[in-house]
């Protein structure tokens, strides 16, 4: 959080003047409209994935944080601003207190179509209590993150994490009726071999897949070019056995879709390392303490709390959103190699929000 520029004061916020902010459309220097929001409700896992952060992990203050009240109100300032879409991540979202109140009230922006989809990024641990009422609140979709379907290797992977809870959340959010697409980070030397096993199981039980290359960002306890798999060899390796059919299928994010003809199901890739998917980019984040990332892969952000804070008017949010936007980079730096053994980002995944 130290890298924060563009900070912000009652006055004035960066060159744009409150006086002229308002909720128009937020384009990029690239003519990108930014339509895409992705939150970080908290910095919080019930998990310690080897790949994402470190056993001991020192998390944020819990009086750093935006309330959720706070987090709604922004949300709906983007939503004035042109966001259609909202993904609560973490962290885990599901293990913030009273979430499901941020839930309903984001809700009520899809059902009076201000907003076309609320999604949520999940581990699982949590769903089998939320499933029902996310439904309910007008979730339809979600993602849950699964490396293995070995209860062994996920408890040694997450370090806490307990696999039968995660397959208990997803019966129940298939019975509740929510829409699942699986994510498999692809790790050298523990899950590539297991891939066509958790496809298969994935679309046997009418889910998408989605595998991601490791991203390099905050210092873990292992070294990331131990683990680094390129999806270009994954997908090679796919198929041998898979006829994979590019498919222009998108969601809003940044996989790349195929259908995978043996199954009838869909899978993606996510490549920031072997090709990024920036040129396309519509998204920008929000973490949980109000900080605007522009970019994943980049530390330049603004500080959004303060406008919050300063005024119950939204002309100072407005403001300070515009004059970020313009800062928003054409791609990120990310690189993977033995001569960056430093992160390329020094926050953490769970910081910034997956």
């Not at 339509?35 to 310690?48: A, E, H, K």
Request: with cysteine; aromatic share 6%.
């Amino acid at each position: 959080m130290n890298s924060i520029v563009g900070s912000i004061g009652p006055g004035s916020i960066g060159n744009a003047s409150p006086l002229s902010a308002d909720a128009s459309p937020m384009i990029d220097p690239f003519g990108r409209a930014i339509t895409y929001l992705r939150v970080s409700v908290t910095d919080r896992c019930d998990f310690r994935c080897t790949y994402c952060m470190s056993e001991n992990m020192t998390f944020l203050p819990k009086k750093d944080l935006l309330t959720l009240e706070e987090l709604n109100r922004l949300c709906s300032a983007f939503i004035a601003k042109g966001v259609r879409r909202i993904r609560l991540t973490g962290g885990e979202p599901l293990v913030r207190k009273n979430i499901m109140f941020l839930v309903r009230e984001l809700g009520r922006q899809v059902q009076a179509g201000a907003l076309d989809e609320l999604t949520i990024t999940t581990n699982g641990s949590q769903l089998a209590r939320h499933a029902q009422e996310l439904y309910d609140c007008g979730v339809r979709r979600i993602n849950v993150s699964l490396d293995t379907l070995d209860p062994g290797k996920f408890h040694a992977i997450t370090r806490w994490g307990d696999l039968s809870k995660v397959m208990e959340g997803i019966d129940a959010a298939q019975k509740a009726g929510l829409k699942i697409k699986l994510n498999t980070v692809a790790l050298k030397g523990f899950n590539e071999g297991e891939i066509p096993e958790i496809l298969r199981f994935a679309h046997g039980r009418g889910m998408d897949l989605t595998v991601i290359e490791t991203m390099p960002m905050g210092e873990i306890d292992e070294d990331r070019t131990d683990r680094y798999l390129p999806l270009s060899e994954l997908r090679a390796d796919l198929e041998k056995q898979f006829t994979l059919v590019d498919s222009a299928y998108a969601t809003g994010g940044p996989a790349r879709y195929v259908t995978v003809r043996e199954t009838g199901g869909r899978l993606g890739f996510i490549t920031p390392l072997t090709h990024n998917f920036c040129e396309s980019c519509n998204r920008v984040r929000v973490t949980c303490t109000g900080t605007l990332y522009m970019c994943l892969g980049q530390n330049d952000a603004a500080d959004l709390r303060s406008a919050l804070r300063t005024s119950e008017d939204n002309a100072l949010i407005y403001s300070a959103i515009d004059e970020a936007i313009t800062r928003k980079p054409k791609g990120h730096d990310f690189i993977i190699d033995r001569t960056h053994n430093r992160p390329a980002v020094a926050r953490h995944m769970s910081v910034t929000g997956g």
